[in-house]
């Protein structure tokens, strides 16, 4: 979602460099990848957990996974865990709100991949930023889900075919780690006046 030539120079040509944003990243995840959980009354905070989807082709990590008590209808029994818990992911980013959707996809694919492991609904989770330290909910409707398989589809697409797509500039490439990778700096073109005054240069040796 964020940069398809950015996702093939990764998962197809096996190339990886990180800059500042992704060690800061890092140190942001590192709690979050513990395998910890909490507990505060109805609450359970589970972190690091593996998920799954074979439907959609997907695996991975959930950042954070809340586990909210459901006393009503609904919810679904977790192991080690008395009654129905209704589950709630949670994924920290180190940046601030995109108007993009590729935050929002990346927390439905986990969303999707709690559903099928665990047979529940899930119709809403959160995106932390670190930058603002704010919390963004994010419902979990149709058009989102859609997109969210749409694209799994473009990666397995993307990875199959084993092509990286062109380079092309745009402003955010300035934040990813791969930039001198994915489009090396041109040399600078010698100026027509610079290689006259070398050559009569030359001639008066």
Known sequence: MFCERQCALIHVERVWR???LTAEGRVLHERTDSGEMEGRGDLRVARGIPLRSLRLGLAGRADVVELHRVYGPGGTA???LEGCWQPFPVEYKRGTSKWIDCDRVQL?????CLEEMLGVQIPSGALFYGQTRRREEVQLDERLRLATEEAAARFHEIVAGGLTPMAYRAPKCKSCSLLEICMPPRRRRASVSRYL??????SDE
């Open 18 to 20: 990180e800059n500042v």
């Open 78 to 80: 977790v192991s080690g």
């Open 108 to 112: 439905c694919a986990q969303a999707l």
């Open 197 to 202: 005054a070398a050559a009569i240069e030359r």
